[in-house]
């Protein structure tokens, strides 16, 4: 059985970092694209960012050059080093898993990945 649990959401002040977490288990992590996704009242859940194979990273606009992703596979765990937070990043934020040996073409598409977590809420306060 296959589960993806977040942590490390809360409560910031514009400006501040947060670091998120996502512990995978039940799956070949190594095999796996791990990406976050996010999701604010009213809105579409919004790609946020991805790896693959470990090196391979992307990100969505609106996070490029503030967030960061990264993985320790001896841990099965992928983490989101958010910074520079702003009022708009306030949302839900979803860990996802997809299998890497599918075509990247959709990669950012929420139908792309397999396995969900719970998400974990992330508030910015301006």
């Known amino acids: 059985q296959v589960q993806l649990v977040e942590s490390g959401g809360g409560l910031v002040q514009a400006g501040d970092s947060l670091r998120l977490t996502c512990a995978a288990s039940g799956l070949t992590f190594s095999r796996y694209t791990m990406a976050w996704f996010r999701q604010a009242p009213g809105k579409e859940r919004e790609f946020v960012a991805a790896?693959?194979?470990?090196?391979?990273?992307y990100y969505g606009d609106s996070v490029k050059g503030r967030f960061a992703i990264s993985t320790d596979n001896a841990k099965n765990t992928v983490y989101l080093q958010m910074n520079s937070l702003k009022p708009e990043d306030t949302a839900v934020f979803y860990c996802a898993a997809g299998i890497s040996s599918r075509s990247i073409a959709d990669l950012r598409r929420r139908n792309w990945y397999d396995y969900w977590g719970q998400g974990t809420q992330v508030t910015v306060s301006s």
């Open positions: 790896i693959r194979w470990s090196d391979s990273t």
